[in-house]
């Protein structure tokens, strides 16, 4: 499976990030999985932003909820993030992953099957 994410590099604040992860040797229906969108400040460790399922559920990080969407398009076989209202500190690597579980807790590579390269992302004017 391999997976790549897309999208701009530098937004100004206040801007809305739109990132797209394209999802490649398996389909993002498959049973039980979920769909991930992690990122990684500079300086500091992963954080789980959140998932959409393989029936198409979301789930958020309550401290993201109220300015990040995640959604699919089943026939491009792709997994969208926005993220609204950015700031400076939302300055980081963007990376989508794939696993059988989700939460706040998956901040670790090893918990994923598969795994983004990462997608600079600078929030500044």
């Known amino acids: 499976v391999q997976l790549q994410e897309s999208g701009p590099g530098l937004v100004k604040p206040s801007q809305t990030l739109s990132l797209t992860c394209t999802v490649s040797?398996?389909?993002?229906?498959?049973?039980?999985?979920?769909w991930s969108w992690i990122r990684q400040p500079p300086g500091k460790g992963l954080e789980w932003m959140g998932c959409?399922?393989?029936?198409?559920?979301?789930y958020y990080s309550p401290s993201l909820k109220s300015r990040t969407s995640i959604s699919r398009d089943n026939a491009k076989n792709t997994v969208d993030l926005q993220m609204n209202s950015l700031k400076p500190e939302d300055t980081a690597v963007y990376y989508c992953?794939?696993?059988?579980?989700?939460?706040?807790?998956?901040?670790?590579?090893?918990?994923?099957?598969?795994w983004g390269q990462g997608t600079q992302v600078t929030v500044s004017s």
């Open positions: 992953a794939g696993s059988l579980a989700w939460g706040t807790a998956m901040t670790r590579r090893e918990f994923y099957g598969s």
């Open positions: 040797g398996a389909s993002i229906t498959t049973s039980m999985y979920y």
């Open positions: 959409i399922s393989y029936s198409g559920s979301t």
